[in-house]
């Protein structure tokens, strides 16, 4: 079994005391991640602060930090270990009406969706990338695999 140890520090320095705002740190690994953690640590100064773990509505961590006087100095700090497993890419399965490209979701899971399907504007490097995708009557499964090329 292998395991990484990833620690991920950000350091704000301050050169007046200031009243820091309500703060909300969004890193810590999601409870449905497929990748065990074995260990997570989050590590922040001033030490004198209110700290509420809060879920947003896709069940990803918020770390809500209040902190009740001024300071000169905001550091986050997270360490966490994680295990290295073996994920197979192809462990899901597609509805029969899915298996081909393009395909329309049904129209109550199309609803559920909607927040993932609406349109930004993207800048330029990204639509470059969006133009070049081949859009062609394919299967599905075709259509992600050749996304990565």
Not at 106 to 123: C, I, R, T, V, Y
């Amino acid at each position: 079994m292998i395991r990484v140890a990833l620690n991920h520090k950000t350091i704000y320095q301050y050169d007046r005391p200031v009243q820091l705002g309500p703060q909300i740190i969004r890193l810590r690994p999601a409870p449905h991640s497929r990748t065990p953690i074995c260990s997570y640590s989050l590590k922040v100064t001033p030490e004198d602060h209110f700290l509420n773990w809060l879920q947003d509505p896709h069940s990803n961590y918020q770390a809500r930090l209040v902190f009740p006087n001024e300071t000169t100095h905001f550091e986050v700090e997270v360490d966490l270990v994680a295990e290295m497993t073996v994920i197979n890419p192809f462990d899901f399965f597609l509805e029969p009406d899915a298996t081909g490209y393009p395909f329309e979701y049904e129209s109550l899971l199309s609803k559920d969706l909607q927040p993932f399907l609406d349109k930004e504007n993207w800048g330029p490097e990204f639509t470059t990338y969006l133009n070049s995708i081949d859009r062609s009557e394919q299967k599905t499964i075709d259509f992600l695999v050749n996304l990565n090329y």
